[in-house]
């Protein structure tokens, strides 16, 4: 069975930086693409960013193309989102998501945002006061 555990969140002043992290369990981590969402209050759930599972390509919503980073750790089995340049825009909880098959290749952003949302972890508070 997949978990995946967010940590990382917290409260931040705008112009400020915060990374998160997405602890994996339960296959091997190093085959599938992995993504983060978030959600704000009364808003859609939106993709953030994504990683293959080879971790050479990195995808990216436009709002954050620029400020956030996603990587890999395949030894530690956890994907991380930095986030840099925060604004209260960014306020949500943020969820990371994963493939449920292996070796997948995409591309196109939409296609590995669809590609990452099988597995969804429990989320992780952002708050970006102004």
């Known amino acids: 069975q997949v978990q995946l555990v967010e940590s990382g969140g917290g409260l931040v002043q705008a112009g400020g930086s915060l990374r998160l992290s997405c602890a994996a369990s339960?296959?091997?981590?190093?085959?599938?693409?992995m993504g983060w969402f978030r959600q704000a209050p009364g808003k859609e759930r939106e993709f953030v960013a994504a990683?293959?599972?080879?971790?050479?390509?990195?995808y990216y919503a436009n709002s954050v193309k620029g400020r956030f980073t996603i990587s890999r750790d395949n030894a530690k089995n956890t994907v991380y989102l930095q986030m840099n340049s925060l604004t209260p825009e960014d306020t949500a909880v943020y969820y990371c998501?994963?493939?449920?098959?292996?070796?997948?290749?995409?591309?196109?952003?939409?296609?590995?945002?669809?590609?990452?949302?099988?597995?969804w972890g429990q989320g992780t508070q952002v708050t970006v006061s102004s």
């Open positions: 990683i293959t599972w080879s971790g050479v390509r990195t």
């Open positions: 339960g296959r091997t981590f190093s085959n599938y693409a």
């Open positions: 998501a994963a493939d449920a098959n292996p070796y997948r290749n995409y591309l196109a952003t939409e296609q590995i945002a669809e590609g990452v949302s099988d597995y």
